[in-house]
Nanobody, 116 residues
Framework: QVQLVESGGGLVQPGGSLRLSCAASGSISSFNAMGWYRQAPGRQRELVAHITSGGSITYPDSVKGRFTISRDNAKNTVFLQMNSLTPDDTAVYYC??????????WGKGTQVTVSS
C-alpha cells in the first residue's frame, strides 16, 4: 500500500533554513505528481510546491524564490528545501502523491515552526 512519511520538520529562527523529506513506499515515478502542502492554524491547506512526473514545477507566490522541490526517483524520495523562513511559514507540512483516477495520497505531516 502507498505510504508517505515526512521528516525534517522542527523549530527554526526567522531567516533560517530547513529541508523536508518525503519517503514513499514504491516508486514515486508511478505517480502523476508529487507535492508539498501546508496547513497553518486557522488557515486552509495550501499548495507549497508541486512537481509532475514530467518535471514541471509549481510554486505559489508566497514561497517562490525561497522554496525548492526536488526528487530522487532512485530513493523514492521528494524533498522540500526551505530558505529564508518567516513565521508565516509555520505550519504542518504534508507530502502528497497524485495518482491516476484522481487518487491522492497523504503523509501524516511534519511540523515546521519558525519563531525567534
Amino acid at each position: 500500500q502507498v505510504q508517505l512519511v515526512e521528516s525534517g520538520g522542527g523549530l527554526v529562527q526567522p531567516g533560517g533554513s530547513l529541508r523536508l523529506s518525503c519517503a514513499a513506499s514504491g516508486s514515486i515515478s508511478s505517480f502523476n505528481a508529487m507535492g508539498w502542502y501546508r496547513q497553518a492554524p486557522g488557515r486552509q491547506r495550501e499548495l507549497v510546491a508541486h512537481i509532475t512526473s514530467g518535471g514541471s514545477i509549481t510554486y505559489p507566490d508566497s514561497v517562490k524564490g525561497r522554496f525548492t522541490i526536488s526528487r530522487d526517483n532512485a530513493k523514492n524520495t521528494v524533498f522540500l528545501q526551505m530558505n529564508s523562513l518567516t513565521p508565516d511559514d509555520t505550519a504542518v507540512y504534508y507530502c502528497n502523491a497524485a495518482g491516476g483516477y484522481g487518487l491522492m495520497y497523504w503523509g501524516k505531516g511534519t511540523q515546521v515552526t519558525v519563531s525567534s
